[in-house]
Structures are given as structure tokens and as C-alpha cells.
């Protein structure tokens, strides 16, 4: 595959996930960062050729494709601007913290011809590209009853994540994962009725908890349950699902499965972890080399622009059910630009 050039966007954890598989990938690199951190991060991979930028203008100028790796809130105009530029996106998730402006960004994308990738990671852990593969295969019939959860240590690390005006919160932050995956197996989603408990607002420090719970009615009549926790600083990062269907049951425990633990990556502040994998191909390499193959002439990578407004869609819904308290009732939208 020919080198890439990217632009790559943020210094933060994210981007210090993505900037090893770009390097592995043979791209050439640019980095961007309003927090001084870019050129720090340049110099610890000088022997690839990354090097930092000081303006959006002049990254865009250098690369082909752009890597989004910044706070939510920061996304869309990011996007947008790069988009206008005529390149290729991938944009950390969730897309945004409005499905308009999800929307907007999708739209904005397909009109200007070019590739907006949201990069929802998880679906390229093997685990979970492995109940894909069986649902999709229908091996357990069509699913029926769907558990997922997702617990880890509450991100104190970055003062925006605990700030709902920032991040969404737990629900869109953390848990658009397991919407996501909810929605890929089971179909759209109709009814989403959710709750949040504990701390959720800015200032949250080391030892604050905050869970969230969403119950997902799909048009297909099945039944997700998906639940959240940032928690202690002592807990362990872990994930599990359960799925059931006529024809049997599917389910993982990341902590019962030794494939997965948190790993670090690069340099950064104390207990700040992201998912990785120590058996298997970085789940980060394998999504941008996806990415990657598709901007060059490939099949199209197996997440949509769709599914990054959708997985939006049903987040915000989950947040606004948590403020009101009543559950909230979706309609099935027509496909958005890809």
C-alpha cells in the first residue's frame, strides 16, 4: 500500500493509540495540538519522520487525509474544515455531541466525495469481530435479548470527561460503544429509556463513580441492556456481552479471556489506560489500516458516516431519557451519506 500522508490532530491518549499504527502503516505524519504537546509527541517518533505544525492551515496543506483525535466538543468544525479541504476523515467517536450536527458532518462529507470514517474501535477487537461474524452468519438465530458492559476507572485524567457540556457524559462518551454494537446486531433502534447515577459534572477527581444503564428497544422487537461504570481508580478495565437468540448464546468476558488488558501507550499521566490487546494485532492498527486500504481504492471499511450519526442518535436519546426521566421514542431514519 502506497505511504500515506496524514494529519494527524490532537496528542492526547487517542492520538498516541493512533500514532503507532499510522507509523507501522508507512505514513507520513503530521501532527497538530493546541496543548503544546504536539511537538513533544513528534520528537518520540522522529526515526518515522513526524513532524509537529503550529496551524490547521498548514497541516492540511501537508497531508491527504485527516485524523481527528481531539476532545468531542472540538470535533465538528475540525471535520468540517477538512472535509471543505477535500480529505478523507477519520473522527474519533462519537462524531458529536448533536446528531444535527453528526448529520451536518455525514452530509458534508458525501458532498464533497469524500470518506468520513468514525472510529468506532471496538468493532475491530476480536472478540466482538467475532460475535459479528456468528450474528451475521446466524449462528444463534436472530438475536433476541442483548448484555453488554463496560467498566474502567473514571477518566479524571482529562477535566472534560466528567463535564456532560463537554463529553455527553458517560452515556455518549463511554457507552456509544456498546449503542453501537447494539445496533449493529440487532437492527435500529425504536425506544431507548436510560439513568445515571453518581458523578457527572465537571470537577470529578480520583475516587468519584458514575454508572449509567440504557435499556434499547429495537425495531426487530429485540431487547438490549447495556450498562457503564467509571469507577474507582483501582478498577480494573472490563468489558463482557451476552447474547441470546433462538438458537443459542453468545458471551465474553474480557477478564475471564485473558486476550485483552489496559495497556499504556506512550507516555501519560497516571492510571490514563485505553483497551489494548498483548496477543493480537493492535485493534487501532487494524481499523486504520482499513481505513486506510479504503481511501486508496479498497472495499469500504465495515464502519459507515450512518453508523457514527446513528450510534450519535441513540446516545443523545439515552442522555436526554436520563435528564427527564421517560423514555424516548425514535423514528427509523433514512440512510445518511456514507
Do not use: N
Amino acid at each position: 500500500m502506497p505511504p500515506l500522508d496524514v494529519g494527524l490532530i490532537g496528542a492526547g491518549g487517542i492520538a498516541r493509540a493512533h500514532l503507532p499504527a499510522w507509523t507501522a502503516l508507512g505514513a507520513r505524519v503530521t501532527i497538530l495540538s493546541t496543548d503544546g504537546h504536539a511537538e513533544q509527541l513528534a520528537a518520540k517518533y522522529a526515526e518515522f519522520g513526524v513532524t509537529a505544525v503550529h496551524s490547521l492551515s498548514e497541516l492540511l496543506d501537508r497531508c491527504a487525509v485527516v485524523d481527528v483525535c481531539t476532545p468531542t466538543y472540538t470535533h465538528r468544525p475540525l471535520v468540517l474544515e477538512a472535509v471543505a479541504a477535500g480529505k478523507h476523515v477519520v473522527s474519533e467517536k462519537p462524531l458529536s455531541l448533536d446528531v444535527g450536527e453528526a448529520q451536518e458532518m455525514a452530509d458534508a462529507a458525501r458532498a464533497a466525495g469524500v470518506l468520513l470514517f468514525p472510529a468506532h474501535v471496538v468493532r475491530y477487537f476480536p472478540a466482538y469481530a467475532a460475535l459479528a461474524g456468528a450474528v451475521a452468519a446466524g449462528e444463534i438465530g436472530e438475536p433476541a435479548v442483548l448484555r453488554f458492559t463496560r467498566s474502567g476507572c473514571y477518566p479524571v485524567w482529562a477535566p472534560w470527561f466528567s463535564d456532560p457540556a463537554l463529553s455527553g457524559g458517560i452515556l455518549v462518551d463511554q457507552m456509544i460503544h456498546d449503542l453501537d454494537f447494539a445496533r449493529l446486531l440487532a437492527g435500529d433502534v425504536v425506544r431507548v429509556h436510560a439513568q445515571v447515577r453518581g458523578k457527572q459534572e465537571a470537577g470529578a477527581v480520583a475516587g468519584d463513580v458514575a454508572t449509567g444503564t440504557a435499556v434499547l428497544t429495537h425495531a426487530s422487537g429485540a431487547v438490549s441492556h447495556v450498562l457503564g461504570v467509571w469507577g474507582l481508580p483501582d478498577l480494573p478495565f472490563r468489558t463482557t456481552f451476552r447474547i441470546a437468540g433462538p438458537g443459542g448464546i453468545l458471551e465474553h468476558d474480557s477478564t475471564a479471556h485473558t486476550g485483552f488488558r489496559v495497556l499504556a501507550q506512550g507516555v501519560r499521566p497516571l492510571g490514563e489506560g485505553i483497551p489494548g490487546s498483548p496477543l493480537t494485532e493492535s485493534p487501532y492498527l487494524t481499523e486504520l489500516r482499513e481505513f486506510a486500504e479504503a481511501v486508496q481504492g479498497g472495499p469500504p471499511p465495515r464502519v459507515t458516516a450512518r453508523d457514527g450519526v446513528e450510534a450519535v442518535r441513540i446516545a443523545c436519546a439515552a442522555a436526554e431519557s436520563a435528564r427527564t426521566g421517560a423514555p424516548v421514542e425514535l423514528k427509523v431514519t433514512e440512510e445518511a451519506g456514507l
